[in-house]
């Protein structure tokens, strides 16, 4: 099931991650316009939208859109997880322990 589970979890993957991305875009889009009264910046390097509001979008935008896409592909490792009683393949544990981290080369 090597080959197949990849390919699952690919798809899987790629559909949580392109849905969270499109509902927190709809979300954001809602909120900008409920915040400011307009409509998000379309381009945010476009010169005749104001610095500050084209930081603003882009940093707001990156990070929820980030977060909602890493929420989702979690929720969909969970679920592959709970499927087929492994991880997916490109999901190792992180081993984030610095104690039993190998030393870095200088």
């Given amino acids: 099931m090597a080959s197949g589970g990849s390919k699952f979890w690919t798809a899987l993957s790629l559909a949580a991650a392109l849905g969270a991305a499109a509902v927190a875009k709809k979300t954001l889009n809602t909120s900008w316009r409920a915040?400011?009264?307009k409509n998000p910046p379309a381009n945010?390097?476009?010169?005749d939208v104001g610095l500050w509001e084209a930081v603003a979008?882009?940093?707001?935008?990156?990070t929820?859109?980030?977060?909602?896409?890493?929420?989702a592909t979690r929720?969909?490792?969970?679920?592959?997880?709970?499927?087929?009683?492994?991880?997916?393949p490109d999901l190792r544990k992180d081993d984030q322990?610095?104690?039993?981290a190998p030393?870095?080369?200088s």
């Fill in 97 to 100: 322990n610095a104690d039993a």
């Fill in 75 to 88: 929720k969909a490792a969970d679920y592959y997880a709970r499927s087929t009683g492994h991880l997916p």
């Fill in 64 to 71: 929820a859109i980030g977060i909602a896409r890493m929420l």
């Fill in 35 to 37: 915040a400011t009264g």
């Fill in 57 to 62: 979008w882009a940093a707001l935008s990156g």
């Fill in 44 to 47: 945010p390097a476009d010169p």
């Fill in 103 to 105: 030393a870095t080369r």
